[in-house]
Structure formats: structure tokens, C-alpha cells
């Protein structure tokens, strides 16, 4: 059964800092790798997705990372702002033998960037 | 593009009544859909999988009597919490499946606060 763990689970840090959130699997037979953010009390927004033929995708200041042999990822945020403060998801895919995909969340890196 | 929308946002109920949420994906077709359950600091767990025009798949230990999934449409899918009790209490949180030719992604809506009293 694949489990993903985040790591840490809480973030403080001041604002302009640059940080990196760690995410980690169990089963390297995945589909793609995804980061999320998750406001309080809402849902999930995409940040950025990567297949596993892939090592890395960028979005401005973001950028995530793939190693499928060592199940791991990082989510590298420059210049934190204030409005970065969230919660983190990275989640796993695979495909199931019905021949959809599912995804396994972590629990999430709670972040907060103080001005 | 892939939005996904769901209705209600929040829902308050007694004890004992059934509640319904709905999941569409406004623009885009989905043959596929995800229902997800999260508890309050706890990461989102797949409850069932929704597919157009066949019986929804169900994670291990969901009962499959007590959340009734359906999916009429190829952008709506529905979520039942028949007699809801206290404990049923969580955020409810649908995904919608969009295949193109370069990748397989889930959109998520923007979930239901349910709250049984």
C-alpha cells in the first residue's frame, strides 16, 4: 500500500526566505507526482505536475522536483511571501487495474510566512 | 479550463436526515470523478470512485450504503450521506479525471463543509 509522508509537518519562517517542503513514497510505481496548496477551509489548487519520465517542473517562484528511484520529491519555494502561508499537499498516482488513476495524499506541510 | 464546481459549499443538518453534494465539472467532460473525505489535520482519504453510467467503486472500509454515489452525467456526480449522524461530520471534497494526450490530471473542486448536529 503506497504511503507518502511530508516532512516538516509545520513551517514558520520570515518573509523573503527561500524554503523547501519534502515529500516521500513507499511504492516507486507511480503514474505522476503532484503539489498542492490548500487554503483553511477550501479546497485543493494544483501547483505543479510531474510525470515520472520527468525530474522537475517550474512555475515561477516554485519548483518541484521528481526522484522515483528513492521516492522523493521536494518543493522549492523562492522568496517567500506572506501569501505563500498554506497547506502543502503532494500526492502520488497510480493506476489502478480498472485502468483509471487514484491519487494517496500526505498529510500536508502547514506553512506560514510572517511579513 | 478544468474547473470544477461543487454545491453546497456548507451544509448544516440534524441528526438523522440524508444530504446531498454535487460535483460538476463545468468545462470539461469527465467519465471519471473522485469523491475525498477530509477530517480536520488530516490529509484528504479516497472514499469512492465515480464513473459515468456504472456503480462507483468504493475504498475499504466506506460503507457503500451509507454514502450513495452517482453519476448520471459525464460532468455531474452526486453524493449522498444517508442518515447522517454526528460523526459524518468532515469536509467533502470531489475531483474531477481529465485525460489529454500528454498526461492523466484530477481538478478539484472547492469542497462541502457538512456539519451533523
Known amino acids: 500500500k503506497q504511503e507518502v509522508t511530508q516532512i516538516p509537518a509545520a513551517l514558520s519562517v520570515p518573509e523573503g526566505e527561500n524554503l523547501v517542503l519534502n515529500c516521500s513514497f513507499t511504492d516507486s510505481a507511480i503514474y505522476n507526482l503532484q503539489w498542492f496548496r490548500q487554503d483553511p477551509g477550501k479546497g485543493l489548487t494544483s501547483l505543479l505536475l510531474i510525470q515520472s519520465s520527468q525530474r522537475e517542473q517550474t512555475s515561477g517562484r516554485l519548483n518541484a522536483s521528481l526522484d522515483k528511484s528513492s521516492g522523493r520529491s521536494t518543493l522549492y519555494i523562492a522568496a517567500s511571501q506572506p501569501g505563500d502561508s498554506a497547506t502543502y499537499l503532494c500526492a502520488v498516482s497510480r493506476f489502478t487495474n480498472s485502468g483509471y488513476s487514484t491519487l494517496t495524499f500526505g498529510k500536508g506541510t502547514m506553512l506560514l510566512v510572517s511579513p | 479550463g478544468a474547473v470544477v464546481s461543487q454545491h453546497p459549499s456548507r451544509v448544516i443538518c440534524k441528526s438523522g436526515t440524508s444530504v446531498k453534494i454535487e460535483c460538476r465539472s463545468l468545462d470539461f467532460q469527465a467519465t471519471t470523478m473522485f469523491w475525498y473525505r477530509q477530517f480536520p489535520k488530516k490529509s484528504l482519504m479516497l472514499m469512492a470512485t465515480s464513473n459515468e453510467g456504472s456503480k462507483a467503486t468504493y475504498e475499504q472500509g466506506v460503507e457503500k450504503d451509507k454514502f450513495l454515489i452517482n453519476h448520471a452525467s459525464l460532468t455531474l456526480s452526486t453524493l449522498t450521506v444517508t442518515s447522517a449522524h454526528p460523526e459524518d461530520s468532515s469536509f467533502y471534497i470531489c475531483?474531477?479525471?481529465?485525460?489529454?494526450?500528454?498526461?492523466?490530471?484530477?481538478?478539484f473542486g472547492p469542497g462541502t463543509r457538512l456539519t451533523v448536529l
Open positions: 475531483s474531477a479525471s481529465l485525460w489529454t494526450p500528454q498526461r492523466h490530471e484530477q481538478f
